[in-house]
C-alpha cells in the first residue's frame, strides 16, 4: 500500500503554540508534494442569523495563496492565516486557507477535513485563546478520536521554522495485534519518503525484580510464562521486520520491559528528529471520545511528532 498525503489540513488558532504545527506540516508537504490548507474556526453563534450567500458551514476562497472570508472580508482569521500561508509559498510549500464558521471547533476540523477530501490532519498538541479559544487542547483530542483520516500532533515548540523539520526514524509501536500494524502502510510510505529507518518497538511486562535479574526469584510457573512472552514478542518483530527488509527498508526492532509509553518515548528522545506511527483504539464520534490509551498517553509525553492512524482504516 503507498500511503500518500496529498491534502493536509493545518488548523490554526493564531497562537505561537498552535503555529508550532507549521514545521511538521511544511516537512510532511514537502516529502510528498502535498497541498497545505491552513484552517481557522470561528465560533458561530448558535443565535438565527439571516442566510448567508456562502455554505453555512464554510467560506473562503480556493488555490494558492490568501484566502479571505466572504462572509467577513476583514476578519483577523483571514489575514492572520493568508500571512502563515505566504510564508509556506515563499519557502516552497504549495498552501491556501480557509476560514470556517462552527459552533464547535472540533466539529468544525473534522467536517472540513471530509469536506475537502485531506488525507491528513496536522495540529499542536494544545493552544491558548486567539482567533477561536481553545481550538487546541482538548479539541485535539476529539479530533483524533472523531477523524475519519490520520492525524499528526505536533509537540509544542515554538522555535521551529517551517523549514527545519524531516522525519529522521520512524518508530512503530506493536502489540501483536492488527490493528496496530494498520500503522505499517502509512510508516512504510513515512520511511520511503523521507529515506527514514523504521524502528518496531514492542512493550513486555517483565514481573518486579527480586534480584539483579527480573526473573530471579519467581516461581518456575511464572518464569516459564514470563520468558515464553518474551519469546513470542521477540518472534513476532523478527517476522514483522523480515517484510519490511523484503520491501527495501531499514528496520531494528525493540524490546522493552517497562510501560510501552515509557519505551516509546525513550526511543523517541534518544534518536534525532524522530516520530512515531501508531494506532488508537478510541471510540469514534465527535461527541464520544476516549482518552487513557497509550497513544493517549505517548501523545501528552512525546517530544516528537505522533502520527494517529484511526481504528476504521484499512491496510
Do not use: C
Not at 508537504?29 to 456562502?54: C, H, K, M, Y
Not at 464520534?285 to 497513544?295: D, K
Amino acid at each position: 500500500m503507498d500511503t500518500r498525503y496529498r491534502r493536509i489540513l493545518v488548523p490554526l488558532d493564531g497562537s505561537e503554540l498552535a503555529r508550532s504545527a507549521v514545521a511538521t506540516a511544511a516537512g510532511m508537504g514537502r516529502l510528498f508534494d502535498s497541498e497545505l490548507t491552513l484552517i481557522g474556526v470561528l465560533r458561530q453563534s448558535t443565535r438565527p442569523q439571516a442566510p448567508d450567500p456562502v455554505s453555512p458551514s464554510m467560506s473562503g476562497t480556493e488555490g494558492k495563496g490568501v484566502a479571505r472570508s466572504r462572509a467577513d472580508p476583514g476578519s483577523n482569521a483571514g489575514s492572520y492565516l493568508g500571512e502563515v500561508t505566504e510564508e509556506l509559498l515563499q519557502a516552497g510549500v504549495h498552501a491556501n486557507s480557509v476560514v470556517v464558521l462552527n459552533a464547535d471547533p472540533a466539529t468544525g476540523v473534522v467536517l472540513t477535513a471530509r469536506d475537502r477530501h485531506s488525507d491528513l490532519i496536522v495540529m499542536a498538541s494544545r493552544g491558548r485563546s486567539g482567533l477561536a479559544r481553545g481550538l487546541l487542547g482538548s479539541v485535539t483530542d476529539r479530533v483524533i478520536h472523531s477523524s475519519p483520516v490520520p492525524v499528526m500532533v505536533a509537540p509544542v515548540d515554538a522555535d521551529t521554522g517551517i523549514d527545519r523539520w524531516a522525519p529522521g526514524l520512524v518508530i512503530v509501536p506493536l502489540d501483536g495485534s492488527e490493528l496496530a500494524e494498520k500503522a505499517l502502510p502509512h510508516a512504510e510510505s513515512i520511511s520511503k519518503a523521507a529515506n527514514a529507518p523504521i524502528t518496531l518497538v514492542r512493550a513486555v511486562p517483565f514481573p518486579i525484580m527480586y534480584g539483579g535479574h527480573p526473573y530471579d526469584g519467581l516461581p518456575a510457573g511464572s518464569l516459564a510464562i514470563a520468558e515464553e512472552g518474551e519469546k513470542e514478542a521477540r518472534h513476532y518483530l523478527v517476522e514483522v521486520a523480515t517484510r519490511l527488509r523484503a520491501r527495501g527498508h531499514t528496520v531494528e526492532t525493540q524490546i522493552g520491559g517497562g510501560h510501552p509509553r515509557s519505551e516509546i518515548i525513550q526511543i523517541a528522545q534518544d534518536a534525532r528528529d524522530a516520530m512515531v506511527v501508531m494506532t488508537t483504539r478510541g471510540t469514534s464520534g465527535l461527541t464520544r471520545w476516549v482518552v487513557g490509551s497509550v497513544a493517549d498517553s505517548v501523545i501528552r509525553s512525546s517530544v516528537v511528532p505522533v502520527l494517529i492512524i484511526p481504528p476504521s482504516m484499512g491496510h
